[in-house]
């Protein structure tokens, strides 16, 4: 053990740095180059050493230097992770499998989700995407949309609607028959930095309708977007349900020298090793582990990514998900893509006001003009351009945030632009939190914590991982509490009954907390759109994440909070989407998070 050892040492340093290692060695070039024939022995030697400790235990961490340790991690966690994501979790096709770990749901529960995943369905294709090939699928480029004219005539007025009809064709041009194509709609005006979301029907015949109500006068272009075609929407929702293990975690565990890295996850065979469960006390959520060998459960050090598996797809599924073809392509229109918007025509207003009653009439929550979010509903929005109104505005208060990286987004866009503000060091990591911000002189203070697992973040600590609901339940709440929610993001990659479970726990905590104390200011953010590719669209794609945002709409419609419209917010917006929205973004709403506190 100990030659081992020794040659491991030395022949670690040549690899690491490509030279030999200071000492005795380096003197004498004659005895290094005889010496180093000896050494690839040793190497071959400590290298089926390792491969033989590495399946069993890594009692080597203190004994080793030079970096092996987490040379050692790596390996043993690819080997890990090779091993169980090929060979174990495909064998289970039950399509519910991730949501039937945790806790049966009581009949309530259980309408409830039945309502939300009916209200979420989504077309299925016609063919099996395995036998569809390219040439039938939906191609932005042959396809093409029309502005329809308004009444029959080609005149539009601020507070009419405007629509446009897409039909959409295949790769040999032959019009589509089949609906569930993924499609943005966006009606917008470079020159006066406006922009709002459209709403788009789907007729289920091949042919879309994308409806934008007409909210200022002057220029408005159209912009239709082929996000996935229905048979890439088919391939998406397969993953989902199918393999809820391709964002995989990882946790180490270590007690005294011993230490050993586990895979983990929301959902893992039980069949197959003993586990850890993890599951939480108070809300029941289910979390576990491989259970180490020779450790026991509670000597879980941190949580992290493990990673993502690859090769998800076959050959023919690629196609479906190629850049610049059919992920987030514009179509093009068939005549002008722009209208002219005319002042309101006073005399239209009873007109208008019975058209208001259509069920196809479309309210979005809001629009940019002149680059400034406006809302339709809940008040007008205050512009805080400079740090002091933001001070004077959450002067005495404390706001919590918790959630992802894009709740993350609001406490970094507050503690860089508040200069009273000085974040407080609690010697955590500053991408994973807790983060904490304090203005003494204002009595500000801002808390930022992650959400619990699955949270795709690298090395929290295990005793940080907490779940929102708990984290409610912990809160004295009041006027002068503001809590900011954004989680979305890390569930993309499971059944949608996991997200389901998880706001509900968030719901009822959220309930007992403006119950016990009215004052608290709650704000909810909505998912965002993202940049995609043909890889993140397999574990972040938009579609994941506006069937998640549909369902968090759901569920807490109706509850007196601040729902912060983060998916239309990107559409709208002129920048490219982007999984953390821009800071002139996060600035607007931050505007109608203040003018709500504050107007
Ligand atoms: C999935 O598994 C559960 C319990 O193991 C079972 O009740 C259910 O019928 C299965 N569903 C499918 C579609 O096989
Ligand atoms: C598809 O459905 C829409 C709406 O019902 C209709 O207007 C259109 O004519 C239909 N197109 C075809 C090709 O059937
Ligand atoms: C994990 O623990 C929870 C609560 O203690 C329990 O309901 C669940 O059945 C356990 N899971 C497994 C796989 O044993
Ligand atoms: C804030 O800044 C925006 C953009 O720079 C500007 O349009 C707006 O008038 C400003 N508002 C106030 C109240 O200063």
């Given at each position: ?397 404390v706001?919590y945030?918790y ?65 929102v609901a708990n984290e409610l339940d912990g809160l004295t709440g009041g006027s002068?509490t503001v809590v900011?929610i ?19 726990h968030i719901r009822r905590a959220m309930v007992r907390l403006l119950d016990r104390a009215p004052g608290t200011m709650v704000v909810l ?34 509850l007196d909070i ?38």
């Amino acid at each position: 053990m100990v030659l081992l050892n020794s040659s491991f040492r030395y022949v670690c340093h040549l690899f690491l740095t490509g030279s030999q290692p200071s000492g005795e060695l380096t003197e004498d070039s004659t005895m290094w180059r005889s010496l180093s024939k000896y050494v690839c022995v040793f190497f071959l030697l400590a290298l089926s050493g390792l491969f033989f400790l590495i399946n069993n235990i890594n009692v080597l961490e203190q004994n080793l230097n030079c970096q092996t340790v987490s040379t050692l991690y790596q390996l043993q966690s690819s080997i890990h992770t090779a091993f169980f994501s090929e060979a174990h979790f495909p064998l289970d096709r039950n399509h519910s499998y991730c949501g039937l770990l945790g806790q049966e749901p009581s009949p309530e529960e259980a309408l409830e989700e039945r309502y939300l995943l009916e209200s979420i369905a989504w077309p299925e294709p016609m063919h099996h995407s395995e036998s569809v090939s390219l040439d039938h699928t939906s191609d932005p480029a042959h396809s093409f949309f029309v502005i329809l004219p308004a009444r029959g005539r080609s005149e539009w007025y601020v507070g009419d609607q405007l629509e446009a009809f897409v039909q959409m064709y295949d790769f040999q041009g032959h019009p589509k028959s089949h609906g569930g194509d993924f499609l943005l709609a966006r009606l917008h005006s470079s020159e006066l930095e406006a922009g709002v979301a459209g709403q788009v029907l789907d007729h289920r015949n091949g042919t879309y309708s994308a409806i934008f109500p007409l909210l200022w006068q002057g220029s408005a272009q159209v912009e239709m977007t082929l996000v996935h075609p229905s048979e890439a929407v088919h391939v998406l929702r397969r993953l989902r349900e199918e393999r809820p293990d391709r964002v995989f975690f990882k946790s180490l565990f270590r007690s005294g020298k011993l230490s050993q890295t586990t895979v983990c996850n929301l959902c893992l065979p039980t069949s197959q090793k003993p586990l850890c469960n993890y599951t939480d006390a108070h809300t029941e959520e289910p979390w576990y582990c491989y259970k180490p060998k020779l450790l026991s459960c509670d000597t879980r050090i941190n949580h992290a990514k493990g990673g993502y598996v690859k090769g998800l797809l076959t050959n023919k599924e690629a196609l479906l998900f190629q850049g610049g073809v059919n992920i987030k392509v514009h179509i093009h229109p068939s005549g002008s893509d722009s209208v002219t918007v005319l002042p309101e025509k006073k005399d239209k207003a009873d007109e208008r006001s019975s058209m208001k009653m259509e069920p196809t009439r479309i309210t979005p929550s809001g629009y940019y003009f002149q680059g400034s979010w406006r809302a339709l509903t809940g008040g007008v929005i205050r512009q805080f351009n400079d740090s002091s109104a933001i001070t004077q505005c959450l002067k005495g208060k404390v706001v919590y945030m918790y959630g992802d990286s894009t709740a993350r987004q609001w406490f970094e866009y507050l503690n860089d632009l508040l200069p009273e503000l000085k974040q407080f060091n609690l010697h955590s990591p500053k991408n994973v939190g807790p983060n904490m911000a304090v203005d003494s002189t204002h009595n500000i203070l801002l808390r930022y914590r992650c959400h619990g697992p699955p949270i795709r973040f690298t090395n929290v600590i295990a005793s940080e991982m907490r779940y929102v609901a708990n984290e409610l339940d912990g809160l004295t709440g009041g006027s002068n509490t503001v809590v900011f929610i954004s989680i979305w993001s890390h569930f993309s990659t499971f059944p949608v009954q996991v997200y389901i479970r998880r706001l509900r726990h968030i719901r009822r905590a959220m309930v007992r907390l403006l119950d016990r104390a009215p004052g608290t200011m709650v704000v909810l953010r909505s998912a965002n759109l993202q940049a995609l590719d043909p890889e993140v669209s397999l574990y972040n794609s938009d579609w994941y994440s506006l069937q998640l945002d549909w369902v968090l709409r759901a569920m807490f419609r109706g509850l007196d909070i601040l729902l912060i419209d983060a998916w239309e917010m990107t559409l709208g917006h002129h920048l490219p989407h982007a999984l953390h929205p821009p800071p002139i973004i996060i600035k607007n709403m931050i505007d109608i998070i203040l003018s709500r506190i504050c107007p």
